[in-house]
Nanobody, 125 residues
Framework: QLQLVESGGGLVQPGGSLRLSCAAS????????IGWFRQAPGKEREGVSC????????YYADSVKGRFTISRDNAKNTVYLQMNSLKPEDTAVYYC??????????????????WGQGTQVTVSS
């Protein structure tokens, strides 16, 4: 059974940091492009960052550029999202998703076949 499990969310003060993990089971992440998405209350889900399976290239939404870093550890079959300098507007449920194939990643939801259950990130003082 193919499964993605996010972890690492929680409550953090503005300016703080969190590292989210996206662990895969039932398949090898090496051959999947991975995206991180988030959905805040009352808003549509949006792409945050993604990492390609073809060349490891990474992409970020303008709102997180310079603060978030996506990386993958193929040995652990896990993708990470390091989030620094967190702001209240980063509060959302964060999801990881996997798109099969050797390809350049996208922050459009459509191509992603597999999704995790989400992890809550709350940035508040």
């Amino acid at each position: 059974q193919l499964q993605l499990v996010e972890s690492g969310g929680g409550l953090v003060q503005p300016g703080g940091s969190l590292r989210l993990s996206c662990a895969a089971s039932g398949f090898t992440l090496d051959y999947y492009a991975i995206g991180w998405f988030r959905q805040a209350p009352g808003k549509e889900r949006e792409g945050v960052s993604c990492i390609s399976s073809s060349d490891g290239s990474t992409y970020y939404a303008d709102s997180v550029k310079g603060r978030f870093t996506i990386s993958r550890d193929n040995a652990k079959n896990t993708v990470y999202l390091q989030m620094n300098s967190l702001k209240p507007e980063d509060t959302a449920v964060y999801y990881c998703a996997a798109e099969p194939g050797i390809r350049r990643a996208t922050m459009e939801e459509g191509p992603y076949d597999y999704w995790g259950q989400g992890t809550q990130v709350t940035v508040s003082s």
